[in-house]
Nanobody
């Protein structure tokens, strides 16, 4: 099992910036993909961005150009730099990791507990 702990959420004014961090711990052979998703009350969880172990990234269209995902494989940590934040970015942001316990083993998925981001003046 891989455990994920997110930090960095909070209250920010429109146009401001925040940086989220998510540290993974536990015994995994390889963490293939790490990512960020977000959810608001009454809505389904949606993709923000993902990054592979090789550094390939994927963003939701509405986040492109404002959000940047990065990863430190040595620290098993993924970051999300959020710039020019808008009120509609207000949500609980969840970290996700897809990992394997062996090279040919099945892939598993873990979620963090979530961190609240509120964009308001």
């Amino acid at each position: 099992q891989v455990q994920l702990v997110e930090t960095g959420g909070g209250l920010v004014q429109p146009g401001g910036s925040l940086r989220l961090s998510c540290a993974a711990s536990g015994s995994a052979f390889r963490i293939n993909v790490m990512g960020w998703y977000r959810q608001t009350p009454g809505k389904e969880r949606e993709l923000v961005a993902t990054i592979s172990i090789g550094g390939s990234t994927n963003y939701a269209d509405s986040m492109k150009g404002r959000f940047t995902i990065s990863r430190d494989n040595a620290k098993n940590t993924v970051y999300l730099q959020m710039n020019n934040l808008k009120p509609e970015d207000t949500a609980v942001y969840y970290c996700s990791a897809k990992y394997q316990f062996s090279p040919a083993g099945s892939e598993y998925n873990s979620w963090g507990q979530g961190t609240q981001v509120t964009v308001s003046s």
